[in-house]
């Protein structure tokens, strides 16, 4: 069965970086799309970013292009987001979610992915 970690979060002052990380047990990502979610208090969950599983095709929320960027290490069976230009609108629960698919696309869209981790909050805050 596949578990999913997420760690890397905490407080940052606007405009700083964070690195979350989504580390995966019991199953390999190899064949795995690999999605991050955002709930904010209050607001549904939405869609930040996603990695295919071949081949590594990406696609962002408008609201995070230029300033976050995912990457996975299959050797690692991590995968990451790197967030740059931090904002206070980007305070949430950040989760990963993993779906088995082929090709280099993702749908970011919170049905598309089975199997989810408990989250890590971010916040941004001066």
């Known amino acids: 069965q596949l578990q999913l970690v997420e760690s890397g979060g905490g407080l940052v002052q606007p405009g700083g970086s964070l690195r979350l990380s989504c580390a995966a047990s019991?199953?390999?990502?190899?064949?795995?799309?690999i999605g991050w979610f955002r709930q904010a208090p209050g607001a549904e969950r939405e869609g930040v970013s996603c990695?295919?599983?071949?081949?590594?095709?990406?696609n962002y929320a408008d609201s995070v292009k230029g300033r976050f960027t995912i990457s996975r290490d299959n050797a690692k069976n991590t995968v990451y987001l790197q967030m740059n230009s931090l904002k206070p609108e980007d305070t949430a629960v950040y989760y990963c979610?993993?779906?088995?698919?082929?090709?280099?696309?993702?749908?970011?869209?919170?049905?598309?992915?089975?199997?989810w981790g408990q989250g890590t909050q971010v916040t941004v805050s001066s």
């Open positions: 979610a993993a779906q088995m698919m082929y090709g280099s696309s993702c749908p970011l869209i919170r049905p598309a992915f089975g199997s």
């Open positions: 019991g199953r390999t990502l190899d064949y795995y799309g």
């Open positions: 990695i295919g599983s071949s081949g590594g095709g990406t």
